[in-house]
């Protein structure tokens, strides 16, 4: 079982079951894993120049911390995701 990048209703998990790393939605779920590390990376750049910047307001702060915040739960997602295909899906 595959643990999805994305989540269902209600914010709940979506799991793959396929033998097959190269199926249509297992390369999807490849493309978006990346996707999301790509962009966290840019948002760390940008949260990082705020921090810096020592004129950035309350609501480039806010808004620096709200997008780094989403982006450490895409990547915490997508480790866990990585790290139970490692262990061979059994937690």
């Known amino acids: 079982m595959r643990l999805l990048p994305w989540t269902g ?8 079951s396929t033998d097959d790393p190269g199926s249509p939605l297992s ?6 894993e990346a996707a999301q590390l790509a ?4 948002v760390l750049e940008g ?8 004129k950035a307001g309350e609501h480039a702060v806010r808004f620096a911390l ?15 995701s990585r790290g139970e295909r490692i262990r061979g899906g059994d937690g």
């Open 9 to 16: 209703a209600g914010g709940k998990p979506c799991y793959l």
């Open 66 to 80: 709200v997008r780094a915040v989403e982006s450490l739960g895409d990547v915490l997602r997508v480790a866990v």
């Open 47 to 54: 949260a990082r120049a705020v921090l810096h910047d020592a």
């Open 39 to 42: 962009c966290a990376e840019q």
């Open 27 to 32: 390369r999807l779920a490849d493309d978006i």
